[in-house]
């Protein structure tokens, strides 16, 4: 089984890809590194990017066809700057 984990290289996102490797689950790791960090990755599928970059998103489940799900864990940490702007 295979996973998409977006925002994977964060502290939450990163323990679920951990806790997915413990468990027989493929992560396959998608984030920014704006507050992600890249050590984090080391040793999985990783690609850098945002997850509103279409492209992106198209050439990791074309690599990753088998992906069987995905777990979005992509979002800054500074509340108040995501209340302000929730588009970003």
């Known amino acids: 089984m295979k996973i998409l984990i977006a925002g994977g290289a964060g502290f939450i996102g990163s323990t ?4 997915c490797l413990d468990n027989g689950i493929e992560p396959v790791i998608l984030d920014s590194l704006v507050t992600g960090r890249r050590e984090f990755t080391s040793g999985r599928v990783f690609y850098e990017g945002d ?5 992106l998103i ?3 489940f074309t690599d990753h066809p088998d992906i069987n799900a995905v777990i979005d864990c992509a979002a800054l940490i500074v509340v108040p700057d995501s209340v302000a ?3 970003s």
């Open 58 to 60: 198209d050439t990791v």
């Open 51 to 55: 997850i509103s970059d279409g492209a």
């Open 85 to 87: 702007d929730p588009l």
């Open 16 to 19: 679920i890809a951990s806790a």
